[in-house]
């Protein structure tokens, strides 16, 4: 499960105390320049107030060329391949998704794959891959691909009907690859006859392409892995015979298409992994031996630099243990590396944290100590490399001349995410980034050049180009908030983003939160849009831009909150595990905190409260108002997880075990156990086409609200998945249940 909701987190700053905001109601404050009103159809419309952000930003080989995608100017969906000079900076298009493309429409597969992606809206060139020899790009569009080069020209090397997934260039650029009718194909980069290596995929078996819960949940997009020689593939092979069919209609606008969708909810079957290596040609086939319990998950697979062995991570269905297996290409034998197990009542977190030295030895992300550090594996030891009550959230790249590790982490501040450079030697660690400013980074191979993304909550994401001393050398998108910058209309009414912490429920914690204000009034009081999503693996409250929905809200006269409860991440185990086998229980605990600390507030109506999630928000809403009837004004609840039992093996049983053993927990889990507590004015939301949290969902929640006769209100998205939440008539539904049922109430 993602997270959806009306925050686009990416970079951020801007520290503010609530003092600040109390003396607002003793002290009038100056007028603001006039300003142009901010509409909800412009935060909806193109192009995006955040600015031109461009996308997949990748450095050709040699270095000269920065590659992104950029959305068009009259469609921000709409995305073509672009290419910037990294000496000059001159930019040119370099395809134009609208020339080359079909119009086709994309497989069921793609459309599936676009969602778990998170990027179903998206239209045109959504990913690319350099081939080594740095004059070439493989370009998917409208289901088939094309050749790119950098001297402008373009041609179309698959003409497939219902298209391709999962295009690749091998890494030594010998050929392309790409899943054709479930089956891994292979094509000579040079030119030449396709050639299948698999030929079994069909029906309820796929080849090369990752499982539903491998997409959703475990962050694998990839179900074939290259060489790094090109001598070799190492491919998937999963069958859903065993997963439970459920039947599910996605109702749209003019009809309704009945899928019988392969579902593995908690406590049922997944699918059976097989993994196998084979060469390029298809000959030397072997089955790679991932042990004698077939119920496991294929977490991650990676070649050794020298191509001369496989890492597979093999994981438990339980997910408190994790293996790392090193496996003989030529044969499948895997022998066992290393163990990571869980701390006690917790489970292990997936990570892409990790690097193979020169000397053989490991580079890995552990929370074994409870916080999340880099740990170096050699000889058969283990040393832990950073250290803290901090976390490392990502390793960039490695130095190894100079031995350097570079990494993201939170070290100087949970807020803010920034790049450290660790030296191997010594075991210092220096920021590399300006504090102030929430970053995300990637590197080139060398580790000599950085792409460095950064925002705070007054400036929208910038983009720039920095040494490995952290200097930038350029910018490759300022988007200075000036001038013709779409949101600079809008800036004088920008108001700031505070941050401050209450104690959680267990009167030990602390809980970070984030408000965003009117112009206080002196004597006023104000409602509150108080949001939450309180799952696990997203941390809302950070100092990055923030979606000018919230802008919008609080023009309108709302004060915006926002409270990351115990289970949230990057606050080491014992935070994050605080759910473990409890869903439901600490979250709401500690979003009561946060709605008696508005409550103290002298500018808060402590009677107009509304709360509002989508997602694991949304199960949240309902958790909320049944615990805490009177707490709230009003509840919004889009597309809720109603009853665990319903969503899927791998998230739900992470978390709250197997509903086989722990059908207690499940029980207490429920979304709704007493309809007759749910008084507080509701709004159910969901999409008709949802595949990720199945419709059946929000019924449940229906039904046993009308069993009870509660009155309640609902708005359904015919066509609409789990995203339905960036349609625009969602929040005008919203407002217009706000409005009735808050916003105009009495003080």
């Known amino acids: 499960m993602h997270k959806w909701f009306i925050v686009a987190a990416l970079a951020t700053t801007g520290v503010a105390a609530v003092a600040e905001?109390?003396?607002?109601?003793?002290?009038?404050?100056?007028?603001?320049p006039a300003a142009a009103p901010l509409t909800l159809e412009r935060v909806f419309a193109a192009p995006d107030l955040a600015g031109p952000q461009p996308r997949a930003l990748k450095l050709s080989p040699d270095g000269t060329l920065l590659t992104f995608l950029r959305p068009r100017a009259d469609d921000k969906d709409r995305l073509d391949l672009w290419a910037r000079d990294t000496s000059t900076g001159a930019e040119r298009m370099l395809v134009d998704s609208l020339r080359i493309g079909t119009g086709a429409a994309l497989s069921e597969a793609e459309k599936m794959q676009r969602e778990r992606a998170r990027i179903g809206a998206l239209k045109g060139i959504v990913a690319y891959d350099w081939a080594a020899d740095g004059r070439n790009l493989l370009v998917p569009v409208d289901g088939n691909l094309y050749l790119a080069g950098t001297d402008g020209q373009v041609r179309r090397i698959t003409d497939v009907p219902g298209g391709v997934l999962n295009a690749n260039v091998s890494p030594r650029g010998g050929f392309v690859s790409y899943v054709r009718d479930q089956n891994v194909w292979v094509q000579p980069l040079a030119g030449g006859a396709a050639r299948a290596l698999t030929s079994e995929g069909r029906g309820l078996v796929h080849f090369g392409e990752a499982e539903f819960?491998?997409?959703?949940?475990?962050?694998?997009?990839?179900?074939?892995?290259w060489s790094p020689d090109d001598r070799y593939l190492a491919i998937e092979r999963f069958d859903e015979t065993p997963v439970k069919v459920f039947t599910r209609a996605a109702i749209g606008a003019t009809g309704t298409s009945i899928y019988e969708q392969r579902y593995p909810a908690a406590g049922t079957p997944n699918v059976l992994v097989d993994l196998y290596v084979m060469r390029a040609d298809g000959a030397g086939?072997?089955?790679?031996?991932?042990g004698s319990d077939p119920d496991i998950y294929l977490a991650r697979v990676d070649w050794l630099p020298d191509g001369s062995a496989l890492l597979v991570q093999r994981e438990n269905r339980a997910q408190t243990r994790l293996d790392m297996l090193r496996v003989d290409p030529a044969t499948g034998k895997a022998t066992v590396l290393f163990t990571e197990a869980a701390r006690a009542k917790s489970w292990i977190n997936l990570s892409d944290s990790y690097r193979v030295m020169e000397d053989g030895s490991?580079?890995?992300r552990s929370e074994r100590n409870g916080f999340a550090h880099l740990w170096r594996l050699k000889d058969g030891r283990w040393t832990q490399m950073t250290k803290g009550d901090w976390v490392v959230t990502g390793l960039v790249a490695v130095d190894e001349p100079k031995a350097r590790v570079y990494f993201l982490g939170t070290r100087d501040d949970v807020l803010e995410q920034h790049l450290y450079a660790l030296d191997l030697k010594r075991g210092a660690i220096?920021?590399?980034t300006e504090r102030g400013w929430n970053n995300s980074v990637t590197a080139d191979g060398a580790a000599q050049r950085f792409l460095v993304t950064r925002s705070n909550p007054d400036q929208p994401p910038q983009t720039y180009l920095a040494d490995a001393a952290g200097k930038r050398l350029s910018w490759i998108n300022e988007n200075?908030?000036?001038?013709?910058?779409?949101?600079?209309?809008?800036?004088?009414s920008h108001r700031p983003v505070q941050f401050g912490t209450i104690k959680a429920a267990d009167g030990r914690t602390d809980l970070h939160w984030q408000m965003v204000t009117p112009r206080l009034e002196p004597g006023k009081r104000y409602p509150v849009f108080f949001q939450h999503y309180g799952g696990p693996g997203s941390q809302g409250v950070v100092r990055n831009w923030k979606n000018p929905l919230i802008q919008y809200l609080v023009g309108k006269g709302w004060i915006y909150f926002e409270v990351d409860n115990r289970g949230s991440p990057n606050r080491g185990v014992a935070?994050?595990?605080?759910i473990w086998h409890a869903m439901g229980t600490v979250e709401v605990a500690d979003q009561r905190k946060g709605a008696n600390y508005l409550k103290t507030l002298a500018f808060v109506d402590p009677g107009r409260i509304a709360t509002y999630g989508w997602s694991y928000g949304g199960y949240m809403s309902l958790k909320m108002i049944e615990a805490d009837q009177g707490v709230y004004a009003a509840a919004i609840s889009g597309a809720p997880v109603s009853d665990w039992h319903l969503y899927d093996t791998h998230y739900t049983e992470r978390y709250m075990g197997d509903p086989r053993v722990d059908g207690v927990a499940y029980d207490a889990s429920r979304a709704v156990i007493d309809a007759k507590k749910i008084t507080t004015p509701l709004l159910l939301m969901h999409g008709m086409a949802d595949d990720n949290v199945f419709l059946d969902n929000t019924t449940k929640v229906a039904a046993e609200l009308q069993a009870a006769d509660m009155p309640f209100d609902m708005m359904l998205y015919p066509g609409k998945t789990h995203s339905a939440v960036r349609d625009i008539h969602v929040w005008t539904t919203i407002e217009r249940f706000l409005d009735r049922t808050v916003r105009n109430k009495p003080e």
Do not use: C, I, N
């Not at 200075?480 to 004088?492: I, Q, T």
């Open 21 to 32: 905001a109390q003396v607002a109601t003793a002290q009038p404050q100056a007028q603001a």
């Open 213 to 225: 819960v491998a997409q959703e949940e475990m962050h694998r997009t990839d179900g074939y892995w």
């Open 285 to 290: 086939k072997v089955k790679v031996d991932l």
């Open 362 to 364: 490991l580079l890995w």
């Open 430 to 432: 220096t920021r590399l």
């Open 480 to 492: 200075r908030v000036e001038g013709a910058h779409p949101y600079a209309p809008y800036l004088a």
């Open 575 to 578: 935070f994050e595990s605080a």
